[in-house]
C-alpha cells in the first residue's frame, strides 16, 4: 500500500496529480505517461495539461466543473495501469548537443568534480557518455531540467550565487543537468557550453525541447564551437537529432 499518487486541487485553476514526494525515474515517468493518456482522453473539461518533475497538472476551471466528479475520472485513469512503468509518451525526440567542458567557457567543471569525488576527465568521460531526459521545463522559457545522472552526480548546489552563466551554459546540480535559455545567475556549476538554443521565437516550435526527449551531450573543442557559432544560424548549436520509437 502506497500514499501514492496523490490527486489535489489547486485553487480553482486545476487539479495536481502528484506521483512521489522527490524526484525519481519512475515517478517523473508516470507523470509523463499519465499526461498523455489525460490528452488522449480529450476532456472538455480540460483546458492545457503539463508536467512538473513528478506530477501531471490539468487546468480545469473549477468554478464551473466540480472538482470530485474530475476526481473520480482521474482515480479511475490510476487504476488502469501501473504509472511507473508506463511507456513514455511517442513523439519523444533524441539530441546530441556539443559541448566544450572546462576552460575558460565552463570554469567550474573541476570544482563540479572536485564535490563528486572524481578527476575533471573522468568526469568529461562520464556526463559526456550520459544519456539524460527531459524531466522537465521552467524558470525561463524552453529551459530544461534533465536527468538523472550516476548517483556520482548527487552534489549540492553552491552556497554561493555565480552571479551569471550565458545561454548555452550547461551546470549541473543534484544529479541533474540544466542548459540556460538567457544569460542569468545561478547557484548550480558551470561545467560545459553549448551553442543550442533551448527557445527560438521565431521557429515553428519556439521551445526547442519537450518532457520526455533526450540528450546526449559529445565533448568538443573550443575552437570546434567557435566554428559551430560562425556557420550555425538554426540556433541548435550543431547538434544532431534523431526520433524515438
Known amino acids: ?75 479511475e485513469l490510476l487504476l488502469s495501469r501501473d504509472w511507473f512503468a508506463a511507456d513514455l509518451p511517442t513523439g519523444r525526440t533524441l539530441w546530441h548537443v556539443p559541448t566544450v567542458y572546462g576552460t575558460d567557457l565552463a570554469p567550474q567543471l573541476e570544482e563540479a568534480a572536485d564535490v563528486a569525488g572524481v578527476d575533471p576527465d573522468t568526469a568529461i568521460k562520464e556526463i559526456s557518455a550520459s544519456r539524460v531526459r527531459v524531466l522537465t521545463i521552467g524558470f525561463a522559457p524552453g529551459q530544461p531540467y534533465m536527468g538523472e545522472l550516476s548517483k556520482t552526480w548527487n552534489i549540492p548546489r553552491q552556497q554561493g550565487l555565480t552571479k551569471s552563466v550565458p545561454p548555452g551554459a550547461l551546470v549541473i546540480a543534484i544529479r541533474q543537468l540544466i542548459i540556460f ?49 560562425s556557420e550555425d544560424t538554426s540556433g541548435l548549436g550543431g547538434a544532431t537529432r534523431e526520433a524515438l520509437k
Open 1 to 75: 500500500m502506497t500514499d501514492w499518487p496523490k490527486i489535489r486541487t489547486v485553487g480553482l485553476s486545476g487539479l495536481l496529480v502528484t506521483f512521489a514526494s522527490a524526484m525519481s525515474e519512475p515517478a517523473n515517468r508516470a507523470a509523463l505517461a499519465f499526461r498523455a493518456a489525460v490528452d488522449e482522453q480529450n476532456w472538455a473539461e480540460v483546458a492545457e495539461t503539463s508536467t512538473s518533475l513528478v506530477s501531471t497538472f490539468l487546468e480545469v476551471d473549477l468554478a464551473t466543473t466540480p472538482p470530485d466528479a474530475m476526481k473520480e475520472r482521474l482515480q
Open 181 to 229: 535559455t538567457n544569460a542569468a545567475p545561478t547557484g548550480w556549476r558551470h561545467i560545459g557550453q553549448t551553442a543550442f538554443s533551448t527557445f527560438r521565437p521565431d521557429a515553428k516550435q519556439p521551445f526547442t525541447l519537450a518532457p520526455g526527449d533526450e540528450l546526449t551531450f559529445p565533448a568538443i573543442t573550443p575552437a570546434e564551437l567557435e566554428r559551430i557559432k
